[in-house]
């Protein structure tokens, strides 16, 4: 009971982390349809500016707040310089954010080295927390990803339904054009959600590399789990995310603990299941015909 309920905790806490990444993904793929590939690297960035602040000041939540708003600035920066010049071109935004994150990753490489970075968490943050369930001693810091995971969540949510940059938001996707004509500034306000974007993927560098570490290769692992739990929950749908995020947390994890050697192939396969069955995923919207 103890190892189920702990496996099952660990599923829900590294899918809030995949949420963190991916809810920066969806609004910029799914809502924005910018095929941004270099959203790893921003996961990578905002981990390692953690690390370096922290090792250097002792302060874990300055090192975190850095690394959140230097993605969000590297975001902003190549939506501005790069892909507004592209916009509408899928295969040239592609190809140019694979590039970005091939330099991205060889620089952090040059910077930082070979060597797995580990981010230590504030006191307040370490340790345990009984849960007083099966006598089971949860780690603080993982409890923590979930409530800053629900935070961001609702929100995002509250965001893009009830304010007047979500309502610009979604209905310069549906026709730019028009709201160009009635003088709101479009690209500003999309070059804020990408910036928004980039931050949350630089918050889930910080808090994915507290809960584990932080490496080469990193960049490309949680670009691919994003790429799968937005495929999985919907695009452009941020309940949709968080649904795809907590399913394919759990998979990898009960994976993991009782499948180790297929794991992988597991989490694999319930996209492709989802795919085959429910193209538009769990709660994305069909396409119009």
């Not at 979500?166 to 500034?185: E, K, N, Q, T």
């Not at 804020?192 to 290769?217: C, D, E, H, T």
């Amino acid at each position: 009971m103890a190892k189920l309920l702990a496996v099952t905790l660990n599923g829900v806490t590294i899918g809030a982390v995949y949420f963190l990444i991916a809810s920066g993904f969806t609004l910029i793929f799914g809502l924005m349809r910018v095929v941004n590939l270099a959203h790893g690297t921003l996961y990578a960035v905002g981990a390692y500016t953690c690390w370096a602040i922290a090792d250097a000041t002792g302060n874990w939540w300055m090192g975190g707040a850095a690394g959140a708003l230097v993605a969000a600035l590297l975001g902003f920066v190549l939506e501005r310089t790069l892909l507004r010049r592209i916009a509408g071109q899928d295969l040239r935004e592609a190809l140019v954010t694979i590039g970005v994150s091939i330099v991205g990753g060889d620089l952090l490489l040059a910077y930082f080295g070979g060597d797995f970075k580990d981010i230590s968490a504030p006191a307040a943050l370490s340790g345990a927390i009984n849960l007083h369930i099966a006598g089971l001693m949860y780690p603080t810091l993982r409890l923590f990803a979930l409530v800053v995971a629900a935070g961001v969540g609702i929100s995002l949510w509250f965001l893009l339904r009830h304010t007047r940059l979500g309502l610009v938001i979604r209905a310069g996707i549906d026709d730019r054009a028009m709201v160009s004509a009635l003088g709101i500034d479009v690209q500003r306000s999309f070059a804020i959600v990408f910036a928004l974007g980039a931050l949350l993927a630089g918050l889930g560098g910080v808090i994915g590399g507290s809960m584990n570490s932080i490496g080469p290769g990193d960049d490309g692992t949680y670009l691919l789990n994003s790429l799968i739990v937005v495929i999985v929950g919907g695009m452009g749908s941020i309940v949709g995310t968080a649904s795809g995020a907590v399913l394919i947390g759990l998979v990898e994890q009960y994976g993991l603990a009782y499948a180790s050697t297929y794991s992988s192939l597991v989490t694999f396969a319930v996209m492709i299941a989802v795919l085959a069955f429910r193209p538009q995923g769990l709660l994305g919207r069909r396409a119009p015909a």
